[in-house]
């Protein structure tokens, strides 16, 4: 079974939302936090946002400050990063991944979902 599966990508214009989820099949999925990274072509992988185990503290990567929101629903073992006025630039494979809060280790990690923007 896969620990963890991103959904809800697709194809967008600028200036568009897309609210992507990710899915965890752990057990103990409320004892992790949970980070969004991305990768586009040619680039390497960058932080999006990351949210503690309660959800009561999130960061945010520059570029994404003010247009995504990262959420967590703990009875249902899911994180979501709903992502609005989406530029070309956010074009990428989103992959979400779980650590413990005192390990940048990831545990586990998603296959991604790609979002592709259209300008």
């Known amino acids: 079974q896969v620990p963890l599966v991103e959904s809800g990508g697709g194809l967008v214009q600028a200036g568009g939302s897309l609210r992507l989820s990710c899915t965890a099949s752990i057990r103990t999925f409320s004892f992790y936090v949970m980070d969004w990274f991305r990768q586009a072509p040619g680039k390497e992988r960058e932080f999006v946002a990351d949210?503690?185990?309660?959800?009561?503290?999130?960061h945010y990567a520059d570029h994404v400050k003010g247009r995504f929101t990262i959420s967590r629903d703990n009875a249902k073992n899911t994180v979501y990063l709903q992502m609005n006025n989406l530029k070309p630039d956010d074009t990428a494979l989103y992959s979400c991944a779980a650590r413990y809060e005192t390990d940048s280790r990831h545990d586990y990690w998603g296959q991604g979902t790609q979002v592709t923007v259209s300008s």
């Open positions: 949210i503690s185990t309660s959800g009561g503290t999130v």
